[in-house]
């Protein structure tokens, strides 16, 4: 028994007629970034912000424990949470291992200060105008 295919060929580019061609326009796959991203030019993390950010916290921790300023209960709860990460035995790279047994620490510290940017940014608002 004999195969027929039943496939009628076309003729390339015999459909081009249904797109809109237009050199000016994007196509529908372009991205547009903005003019950071599109430098190359990436913004590392300032060891002083950081640092800054942590003497932050802690004063906001403090005036918490006095009862001077409320700390939202999500920022109490990433805070625990990371803390509870670096202290514990359990990780995803054992810190034995020498250095990249330290990245998921530091990947949680940021992924932490990441979420609580916002609160941080409130209580310094809060204690510059106290």
Known sequence: ME???NFRAKKVGSNLDQFNVNPDQDSDTSTVFTEELRGGH???ADPRKI???LELLFSMLADSFNGKYPVPKKTV???TFAL???IS???FFPDILPLIGLVDDVAVLAFAFNLIKD???TY???KTSY
Do not use: G, S
């Open 42 to 44: 990436h913004r590392r």
């Open 3 to 5: 195969k027929t295919y």
């Open 77 to 79: 709860f990433v805070i």
């Open 119 to 121: 609160d941080l940014e």
């Open 84 to 86: 509870l990460y670096l």
């Open 124 to 126: 310094r608002a809060w």
């Open 51 to 53: 640092w800054d950010n």
């Open 89 to 91: 035995p359990v990780d």
